[in-house]
């Protein structure tokens, strides 16, 4: 049988993630992220990029204040996630911000915590192509973090490098 190979590698965090009841491997990245700098616990109001399947959106939902917004945004939908919402839009159109100051209005939130971004363009290709699309994506989740993020708030991307 042939290796397991990309996202789709079972692997230590494959198995752990498995184990919580999270829906992706990624979601061990939050948890990594907020055991070390705990952003999570007094965010009250958390915006979560690129988001599908939604396992930064299960952590967080655990993680944050009670009655907390937690708000994933995907080009895929994302099955329903109790204690978060989530809309299907592309971040780098303005529709998207419309949507978002929408829901925000609607849920007395003047700006978010905490805005995550783990975006991954499915355009597959070269190296070189797919690392400057997922870093594109990263300027228009900045882009929305100017937006929205309030005084003090975090910001946490990912992105590709090579050393
Ligand atoms: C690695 S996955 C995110 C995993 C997620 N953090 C989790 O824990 O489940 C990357 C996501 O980026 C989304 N994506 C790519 N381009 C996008 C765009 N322009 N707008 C919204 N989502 C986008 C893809 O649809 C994909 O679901």
Redesign the pocket.
Same mark, same amino acid.
């Given at each position: 049988m042939g290796k397991v190979k990309g996202k789709h590698r079972l692997d230590k965090f494959y198995r752990l993630a498995k184990e919580h009841g999270y829906?992706?491997r /990624?979601?061990w990245k939050l948890v990594q992220l907020d055991s070390k700098f705990s952003i999570l616990r007094s965010s009250r109001a958390v915006l979560d *990029?690129? /988001? /599908? %399947? =939604? =396992?930064?959106m299960q952590v967080a939902v655990q993680r944050v204040p009670v009655g907390s917004l937690v708000l994933g945004?995907? *080009?895929?939908p994302i099955a329903p996630i109790r204690g978060a919402i989530s809309i299907e839009? &592309?971040?780098?159109k303005p529709e998207c911000r419309a949507r978002v100051k929408k829901l925000m209005g609607e849920h007395g939130v003047r700006a978010f915590d905490l805005v995550l971004h &783990? =975006?991954? %363009?499915?355009v597959g290709g070269a190296w070189a192509q797919e690392a400057m699309s997922q870093n594109a *994506?990263v300027i228009d989740a900045v882009k929305l973090a100017t937006q929205f993020l309030a005084p003090k708030g975090t910001f946490v991307t990912k992105v590709r490098v090579r050393f």
């Open positions: 829906r992706s /990624a979601s *990029l690129c /988001a /599908a %399947p =939604g =396992g930064w945004i995907d *080009l895929v839009q &592309d971040i780098t &783990d =975006g991954s %363009p499915n *994506l």
